[in-house]
């Protein structure tokens, strides 16, 4: 069983819509959780980063964590087209490892 | 210029070749990380350095072996290439802090 699962979508919203981007994870311990956008070939880059319970809100995203249902969320309002990406999860792992856990992603596509 | 860099951007070889996969950065971070994406299963770990005398197995280091050469430098080796290492490669770095990780631009490796 896949330690960081998401939905892989596609996701498709029309521009505008909120996009929301979910994201279960199984290391009950964790404390840092990460979500970065991938556009098609290139690297990823980091959106939010969030580590309490409850909501984050930078400009149109929000993350949202929940560590005892073990979810995190990213929420984009006004979508645009640019948006148009894949949105990667990645939990930190508890222990002296301290790696990174990646979800497969979910492919979110914003029409116009 | 970019903080982290890898090269070759592209690389094309043959089964059995040995191959080298270059990164380096000049963010001062510690700790380097190398990373395959396959389309669909996210990024996998290979590799993870947390300083020029620390290295560390990620998930799928069989078939691949890495140097830190000092604490901005941290290559990959493939040391008898296989089709199904035919990946994108990716470099990251991060600080330790709150182990935010910094890509680098990928490796798109073809092994015929």
């Known amino acids: 069983q896949k330690e960081v699962e998401q939905n892989s979508g596609p996701l498709s919203v029309p521009e505008g819509a909120i996009a929301s981007l979910n994201c279960t994870y199984s290391?009950?311990?964790?404390?840092?959780f990460f979500w970065y956008r991938q556009y098609s070939g290139k690297s990823p880059e980091l959106i939010m980063s969030?580590?309490?319970?409850g909501d984050k809100e930078d400009g149109r995203f929000t993350a949202q964590l929940n560590k005892a249902s073990q979810y995190v969320s990213l929420l984009i309002r006004d979508s645009q087209p640019s948006d148009s990406a894949t949105y990667l999860c990645?939990?930190?792992?508890?222990?002296?490892?301290?790696?990174?856990?990646f979800g497969s992603g979910t492919q979110l596509t914003v029409l116009p | 210029d970019a903080d982290v860099t890898q090269t070759p951007r592209n690389r094309i070889t043959k089964t059995g070749k040995r191959i080298m996969l270059e990164c380096s950065q000049t963010?001062?971070?510690?700790?380097m990380y190398w990373y395959r994406q396959d389309p669909g299963l996210g990024l996998q770990l290979i590799y993870y350095?947390?300083?020029?005398?620390?290295?560390n197995k990620g998930e799928i280091s069989d078939g691949y072996s890495v140097s830190r050469q000092a604490q901005a430098k941290f290559s990959l080796s493939l040391e008898s290439a296989i089709p199904n290492q035919t990946a994108l490669y990716f470099c990251?770095?991060?600080?330790?802090?709150?182990?935010?990780?910094?890509f680098g631009p990928g490796t798109r490796l073809l092994v015929l």
């Open positions: 990251a770095t991060s600080d330790g802090a709150q182990e935010t990780q910094y």
């Open positions: 290391d009950r311990g964790s404390q840092s």
């Open positions: 969030i580590y309490s319970n």
């Open positions: 990645a939990v930190l792992s508890t222990g002296s490892a301290r790696q990174l856990t």
């Open positions: 963010k001062g971070h510690d700790r």
């Open positions: 350095s947390f300083d020029v005398k620390d290295i």
